[in-house]
């Protein structure tokens, strides 16, 4: 049976030493696009426009990577065994090639992932995120902290602040992300621990003290989609533009007055040239 | 009565010594929406799909500047010379602010008109366009040639080539846009002559071989909306973000795989950001 987000049935599946939570969504057959998801999220926390979208006409797969949710283990401090850990998950699975979708720390997880395993990766979607070394990527912790302090003056979830821009516009659309998070209201996911936050965001700082990666992104032949709003936070937009300068293969799509989660702000859009972009 | 690009009734104005040919569409009142059009163009270049879509909340002006189409005098080989005759030609209707709506060479008129009389201008779209002194902007001439060497090969319009991608999606667009353009069939405008076409691919390759105007921009406080495809080879995508980055108070817009003319490839969500940042 075809499965919606909001009725896609958890399961687990054992990968190395541990179990990871999984959904699938979509009719199977073709290459699965596989989801790399955010700091803080879990399974509940992709927007359903964006994936029944998508699962519209692909099997789509989303899961937790080690420690996060609802999966078993510690969440590592590295993007380099966050990806080790979703090569694993992959092949657990069967599949002999996915797309990528990763979206801000999942798209440094899909980046290294198409850099250490290019078999494996037919087509990457990257938003929201950028190359090793990036401009602003190291802030993560400031950010955040700047988000949470403005969250709580607002009496709103911090994602208003952190995902989207201060506009009327930009925040009409937090509400309806935010709504859209909400509707599914069976089997929910665990939430992250803080474990799993101290990982991750040490990972992403990690990521943005890192060396500058583009040069080894000139060697990704994989055609790639990047996406971002015009104003992310973040991960500032100028790193979608210098993925977009290195990647060979490479579609850009910037969304204005947005912030990192411009393509749920605009996720009519970005649906829509994410599902060309994959037929192609 | 309220007019479509359709049926439009084509005017003329005297502005200093000249005749300049002009139409209005949309209702009366509020800001006008003045457009300021691209090489070769005359008023029926224009996409009908874009300017009914902002006709539909705006009073929407289009002209012929001095000496295109079937505007008297000759075209002048200078972008200042061109902004003057437009700034003349906004006065002379009585407008005392308007929206500048700038595609390419009319977006290079655009940003020299708020520079110059900034008290004039309210709001500035410039799409597919770039600063003084911008990246590749005087290759104009042998990109021009390019594009009509592979229209005759291809037995196909040059802006095939010129402003949509090479990608089937990209081809498709431009078969609408071209079906499009040839839409209206009454009173139709006269094409531009060759002393036109030689003085604006003279002002074009004047202002790519300018000193940078990146420091000017800098201080155009006004809200702009920028546009692009993110393949544009007539005025390198690159210089959009260029202008992103130094004008204060903008917003960009990239759609992935199109060319200088994005904004035609995707008149809808186009039209719906433009009205979005007008109404703001």
């Given amino acids: 049976m075809t499965q919606t987000f909001q009725n896609a049935v958890t399961r687990t599946i054992q990968v ?3 179990r990871l939570v999984y959904r699938e969504l979509g009719a199977r057959g073709g290459v699965p696009v596989v989801f ?9 926390d992709w927007d359903p426009k964006l994936l029944d979208g998508i699962a519209g006409s692909h099997h789509v797969v989303i899961f937790d990577n080690r420690g996060v949710g609802g999966s078993g283990g510690q969440t590592p401090a590295s993007v380099a065994e966050m990806a080790a850990d979703a090569i694993a998950f992959i092949e657990a699975l069967g599949f002999a090639q996915v797309d ?3 979206f801000s720390l999942g798209g440094f997880v899909a980046q290294v992932i198409a850099e250490t395993r290019p078999d494996l990766v037919r087509k990457i979607v990257l938003a929201g995120t950028g190359p090793a070394g990036g401009a602003g990527i190291s802030n993560i912790g400031a950010v955040l902290q700047d988000g949470f ?3 709580a003056a607002a009496k709103k979830h911090p994602k208003h602040f952190l995902f989207f821009s201060p506009s009327h516009e930009g925040q009409k659309a937090a509400d309806a992300f935010l709504h859209r998070l909400a509707e599914r209201q069976a089997d929910r996911d665990t939430p992250v621990s803080d474990q799993t936050v101290q990982a991750q965001v040490t990972a992403i700082a990690k990521w943005g003290q890192a060396p500058s990666s583009i040069e080894a992104l000139k060697q990704v032949r994989h055609p790639v989609l990047i996406a971002n709003g015009d104003e992310d936070v973040m991960v500032p937009t100028r790193n979608s533009i210098a993925l977009f300068d290195a990647l060979p293969n ?3 799509s910037i969304f204005p007055d947005a912030g990192h989660g411009g393509i749920f702000q605009y996720a009519d859009a970005f649906v829509d040239q994410t599902l060309r972009f994959l037929a192609e």
């Fill in 149 to 151: 302090r403005k969250g």
């Fill in 250 to 252: 490479a579609k850009l």
């Fill in 100 to 102: 990528l979708f990763g």
């Fill in 16 to 18: 190395k030493d541990i």
């Fill in 36 to 44: 790399l998801h955010h700091l803080t999220a879990v399974l509940d």
